[in-house]
């Protein structure tokens, strides 16, 4: 299994609305990531878990809140976003070991719209 | 993590090969040099990786210039399903950054029949 689940899929809320992003990995990976990615820009790092420990925070807002539970969970949690929130927001997961230098894992991203 | 520089965009012509430069100039010892690409809407796909020497696997070949300062990604045989931004990426790990990837703006490669 090289699959990297994120639900939902697509999630439209309200800016005073509390929502969850979900992102799952089976193959044992330590490391995990968020990305965010508007139309037509690169993917941008905003969060990178080692060993279920944050590692990086690419001084995102704290309206994200990223956690993560387990070895194979990562949740990103969102509140009082803004409509320039709006974007795909990508997980990705790799081995995270320094002696084994291996892909990234990318999931299939949840498009998030903000009203 | 050490920039590297792209062509916007490139066109190939179905069945050919297609081959994406990369300058890495700045890249150090211990980098190594990833290239994913984007299919409209998904999320990126690995292709290949190298340190130092020619790297290829069943999607792709990777050479890497011996001064390791360009790289260039070669699809043999093009097809329409390889039309994607094409991301050159050079990481290494850094304590707990865990080769952290970090995209610049890609090449838009576009496959015609």
């Known amino acids: 299994d090289t699959e990297v689940t994120q639900t939902p899929k697509h999630l439209v809320m309200g800016m005073t609305n509390k929502k969850s992003l979900k992102c799952e990995q089976h193959?044992?990976?330590?490391?995990m990531y968020w990305y965010k990615q508007k139309a037509k820009k690169p993917p941008e790092l905003m969060f990178v878990y080692s060993y279920e420990k944050l590692s990086i925070n690419e001084s995102v807002p704290s309206r994200f809140s990223p956690e993560c539970p387990n070895s194979s969970l990562l949740n990103l949690h969102l509140h009082a976003l803004q409509p320039e929130d709006s974007a795909l927001y990508l997980c990705?997961?790799?081995?995270?070991?320094?002696?084994?230098?291996?892909?990234?894992?990318f999931g299939q991203g949840t498009r998030l719209t903000v009203v | 993590d050490a920039k590297t520089t792209q062509p916007t965009s490139m066109d190939c012509a179905e069945g050919r090969a297609a081959n994406l430069p990369c300058n890495h100039s700045?890249?150090?010892?211990?980098?190594?040099v990833y290239w994913y690409r984007q299919i409209h809407s998904q999320g990126p796909q690995y292709i290949i990786h190298g340190l130092k020497n020619n790297e290829t696997n069943e999607m792709a070949s990777l050479i890497i210039t011996e001064d390791r300062k360009s790289s260039t990604l070669i699809l043999p045989h093009a097809t329409l399903r390889d039309t994607a931004v094409y991301y050159c990426?050079?990481?290494?790990?850094?304590?707990?950054?865990?080769?952290?990837?970090?995209f610049g703006k890609g090449t838009l490669l576009t496959v015609n029949p």
């Open positions: 990426i050079v990481t290494g790990y850094s304590g707990g950054s865990n080769y952290k990837l970090t």
């Open positions: 990705a997961s790799s081995q995270g070991r320094e002696e084994r230098n291996t892909e990234a894992f």
């Open positions: 700045t890249i150090s010892g211990n980098e190594y």
């Open positions: 193959m044992g990976h330590r490391a």
